[in-house]
T-cell receptor, first 110, second 113 residues
Framework: DAKTTQPTSMDCAEGRAANLPCNHS???????VYWYRQIHSQGPQYIIHGLKNNETNEMASLIITEDRKSSTLILPHATLRDTAVYYC???????????FGEGTQLTVNP | EPEVTQTPSHQVTQMGQEVILRCVPI?????FYWYRQILGQKVEFLVS????????KSEIFDDQFSVERPDGSNFTLKIRSTKLEDSAMYFC???????????FGEGSRLTVL
């Protein structure tokens, strides 16, 4: 089961939008895309998830391509506190064994 | 806002000793999990638990590990005879429905000497 692919690291200026890409070309029809983040070895924090439609909540927006092979997490106005490792995970909704990869280290700079 | 709480935040133990890590999941949650993260490595699934029994476990979760929900609020992870390689951050998580939206605690750091 191939996992997701994310860039190792990204930088973003404070106040600007952070766009974090994820490739999940082997996603199956019943798998959702979940995004989590981990701030400095704290517990992972759920951000958002989606199946095929774009989703938005108070933390972020998730844009999923029509073929569902990739997605982008958008933090609309990044702050210093958004500096974290962001994980893109594909998972069936009926089973929540999450397989974390290496994630993307997002650094928000002043 | 309700949260998952874990104790202790840090435990140091000698190799071969038994360790119990404790978690208080969010009160109306029904599904409970343990994950671990060895320093500098990925977060790894250990076990999921529902209705007083293990739903799924990983290959890491061998006979040295056990989980229990001894009362209506606590969820524990026991390591019977710790090894050096058990040194890690252990995260408890819970959710109300069986989806990938988990609520994680802040973790318990276990150091085995």
């Amino acid at each position: 089961d191939a996992k997701t692919t994310q860039p190792t690291s990204m930088d973003c200026a404070e106040g600007r939008a952070a766009n974090l890409p994820c490739n999940h070309s082997t996603i199956s029809g019943n798998e959702y895309v979940y995004w989590y983040r981990q701030i400095h070895s704290q517990g992972p924090q759920y951000i958002i998830h989606g199946l095929k439609n774009n989703e938005t909540n108070e933390m972020a927006s998730l844009i999923i391509t029509e073929d569902r092979k990739s997605s982008t997490l958008i933090l609309p106005h990044a702050t210093l506190r958004d500096t974290a490792v962001y994980y893109c995970i594909k998972s069936e909704t009926s089973g929540s064994r999450l397989t974390f990869g290496e994630g993307t280290q997002l650094t928000v700079n002043p | 806002e309700p949260e998952v709480t874990q104790t202790p935040s840090h435990q140091v133990t000698q190799m071969g000793q038994e360790v119990i890590l404790r978690c208080v999941p969010i009160s109306n949650h029904l599904y409970f999990y343990w994950y671990r993260q060895i320093l500098g490595q990925k977060v790894e699934f250990l076990v999921s638990f529902y209705n007083n029994e293990i739903s799924e476990k990983s290959e890491i979760f061998d006979d040295q590990f056990s989980v229990e929900r001894p009362d209506g609020s606590n969820f524990t992870l026991k390591i019977r005879s710790t090894k050096l390689e058990d040194s890690a951050m252990y995260f408890c998580a819970s959710n109300r429905v069986y989806t990938g939206e988990l609520f994680f605690g802040e973790g318990s750091r276990l150091t085995v000497l």
